[in-house]
């Protein structure tokens, strides 16, 4: 009898190592999770919310991807999509409880997509949130040879009448930073260009290795441990778009956020950046500049707030709230000088 001329693992689809990935994800997983390898996840609705709002966030690692790839280095890729996900969430004061994961790979590469996996157990696990499900795509043709993109998708609650919106946000509130944990996944289409065009090696770099693939800092058990004690009345994850974009998006009308970039504490690498000739609003635009995360304050909870945050990311004023039109005033410039 003739073998089969024509089938999906010839077309270069290989179920069976499909399977035996998802086998791995159950394994590494939460134990209290049966859902994994299911049609769909099925997950208690918390109890302890008397008005449950559901919120959601989507996102993705952009072109981070290409220097994991690079580097053969895939272990902290994973955290920094549950971060871009779960980050989002807390600016209006959910906490975070389910996340899912969609690959998409030419061929399926078990070490690599364990190594990604791990990743994203981690960072649910610093998010306290659970992994209970996703996809993983073999897709020949449309990617090339070892290439992939990953998404994450993340869902968490908050209750009706402790959602963080603009209405508590007053003038003389102070604007703290916290810092970024470095580039975080936004902006790396500019650095990557910069790395071509200046023909720099940075798989040879101790510097560059250490700081591009330098995981999102994720700030879900901070930002949740003050929301509880109600001492913030906002904040902005800063991501795609700056300081500025993001800031905007929670100041309400009359208002100003009164940003003074002389304030804020910028990291080495973001000198580097600097360096290769990018003007400070292209700066400013595109990356985060070693502010991960903004929070809107009163001033006598300051001394509080610090308590909450570890020596590496103590928060620290860099504006304040004014009446005006404009939802956004930065003034002075960055000290582009290479602080930790």
């Not at 791995?24 to 299911?38: A, E, L, P, Q, T």
Request: net charge positive; glycine share 8%.
């Amino acid at each position: 009898m003739k073998k089969n001329k024509f089938t999906y693992e010839k077309s270069g689809v290989n179920i069976t190592a499909a399977d035996n990935f998802v086998k791995f994800i159950s394994k590494i997983s939460s134990k209290n999770n049966k859902n994994i390898g299911g049609f769909g996840s099925i997950s208690n609705i918390p109890q302890n919310y008397k008005k449950p709002k559901i919120v959601a966030s989507t996102d993705g690692v952009g072109t981070k991807i290409e220097i994991a790839n690079a580097l053969k280095k895939f272990d902290t890729i994973g955290i920094d999509l549950v971060a871009m996900c779960v980050n989002d969430l807390i600016v209006q004061g959910a906490k975070p409880l389910l996340f899912l994961d969609y690959i998409s790979i030419n061929k399926i590469d078990l070490k690599k997509l364990k190594s990604i996996i791990k990743g994203i157990v981690k960072g649910c696990k610093i998010s306290n949130c659970e992994l209970v499900g996703g996809e993983t795509a073999e897709m020949p043709g449309t990617y090339e040879k070892g290439k992939f993109d990953i998404a994450g998708f993340s869902i968490g609650v908050v209750d009706q009448s402790k959602i963080l919106n603009k209405k508590k946000i007053k003038k003389n509130n102070l604007i703290l930073a916290i810092p970024s944990s470095g580039v975080h996944s936004n902006g790396y289409s500019l650095i990557r260009y910069i790395l071509s065009k200046k023909k720099i090696n940075f798989t040879k770099n101790k510097f560059l290795k250490n700081e591009l693939l330098k995981p999102t800092k994720i700030y879900v058990k901070e930002i949740l441990g003050l929301h509880k004690k109600n001492l913030i009345n906002g904040c902005a994850n800063i991501t795609g778009g700056g300081l500025e974009d993001n800031v905007k998006r929670i100041i309400p009308n009359g208002l100003t956020a009164n940003i003074h970039l002389n304030k804020i504490k910028t990291k080495k690498i973001f000198n580097w950046i600097k360096k290769n000739k990018i003007n400070d609003k292209e700066m400013l635009k595109t990356f985060n500049c070693g502010v991960g995360f903004c929070i809107i304050v009163e001033q006598k909870n300051l001394n509080k707030i610090k308590k909450f945050f570890n020596n590496d990311y103590k928060p620290y004023i860099i504006g304040e709230i004014i009446s005006g039109k404009n939802k956004v005033k930065l003034n002075e410039k960055i000290n582009w000088v290479e602080k930790n």
